[in-house]
C-alpha cells in the first residue's frame, strides 16, 4: 500500500512563492510517475507537473511553465513543488499522485493515477 501526504500549503501573496511537500511511504515502481494536480471547487481536477521516477524528465502544464519547479529527495522519499511568481489564478488545492506507468503520453491524465495524497490548500491572495 502507498501512502501519500502533502504539506506546504498555506496563504501567500501575488508574486510570493511556496514549496510543497509530498511525503511518500510504501512502495512505488521505480519506472513509475510522480504528479502534482490541482483542483478548484466545482471544477475538474486540473494537471499541474509530472516526474520521470526512472529518467527524472519533467513535464508542466502551460500555466504554470516557468514559476513552478517539480522534483524529488529519494533520500527523503519526498516529492516537490516549488511555486514562485504566483497568482491568484494559483488558488487551489494541490494533490500528488504516484502511478506505475512510466511518462509517456498520458501523463496529464487523472484516471490514470493509481494513488493519491488528501491535497494542501493554496490560496493567494491579489
Known amino acids: 500500500q502507498v501512502n501519500l501526504v502533502e504539506s506546504g500549503g498555506g496563504l501567500a501573496r501575488t508574486g510570493g512563492s511556496l514549496r510543497l511537500s509530498c511525503e511518500v511511504s510504501g512502495r512505488i515502481d521505480s519506472g513509475g510517475t510522480m504528479a502534482w494536480f490541482r483542483q478548484i471547487p466545482g471544477k475538474e481536477r486540473e494537471f499541474v507537473a509530472a516526474f520521470s521516477l526512472r529518467y527524472g524528465s519533467v513535464r508542466y502544464s502551460d500555466s504554470v511553465r516557468g514559476r513552478f519547479t517539480i522534483s524529488t529527495d529519494n533520500a527523503k522519499n519526498t516529492l516537490y513543488l516549488q511555486m514562485n511568481y504566483l497568482k491568484p489564478a494559483d488558488t487551489a488545492a494541490y494533490f500528488c499522485?504516484?502511478?506505475?506507468?512510466?511518462?509517456?503520453?498520458?501523463?496529464?491524465?487523472?484516471?490514470?493515477?493509481?494513488?493519491w495524497g488528501q491535497g494542501t490548500q493554496v490560496t493567494v491572495s491579489s
Open positions: 499522485a504516484t502511478r506505475s506507468a512510466s511518462l509517456g503520453n498520458t501523463y496529464a491524465s487523472e484516471p490514470s493515477y493509481d494513488y
